[in-house]
């Protein structure tokens, strides 16, 4: 298993239910496709780069798992489609 990195931005307009939902529902996505060591560290709201789909802030999630390729694939796929995630950016961590 290799150690992943994913960070990703959730628009700042969620109630924090619905925010803790959708980080819930994709900390379940790693574990249930053989992620371990699961680690979430919410960043909270901050600051965008430059403006995406109207919104000048962004909610900053960071997620540390050791998983396999399919792991990362599943999560990526369920990001890509989810309304509620902004940007994501998924990295492989050295050994």
Same mark, same amino acid.
Do not use: D, H, P
């Given at each position: 298993m290799k150690a992943y990195e994913v960070l990703y931005i959730i628009r700042p307009d969620l109630d924090e239910?619905?925010?803790?939902?959708n980080v819930d529902r994709f900390a379940e !996505?790693?574990?249930?496709?053989g +992620?371990?060591?699961l680690s979430v560290d919410k960043w909270g709201k901050r600051r965008l780069a430059y403006e995406i789909n109207d919104f000048r802030d962004g909610?900053? !999630?960071?997620?540390n798992?050791? +998983?396999e390729?399919?792991?990362v694939q599943e999560l990526e796929r369920v990001?890509?489609?989810s309304d509620n995630v902004l940007r994501f950016?998924?990295?492989r961590k050295e050994d």
């Open positions: 239910e619905t925010l803790a939902t !996505i790693v574990t249930n496709n +992620g371990t060591e909610t900053y !999630i960071l997620m798992f050791n +998983g390729a399919r792991t990001m890509k489609i950016l998924t990295t």
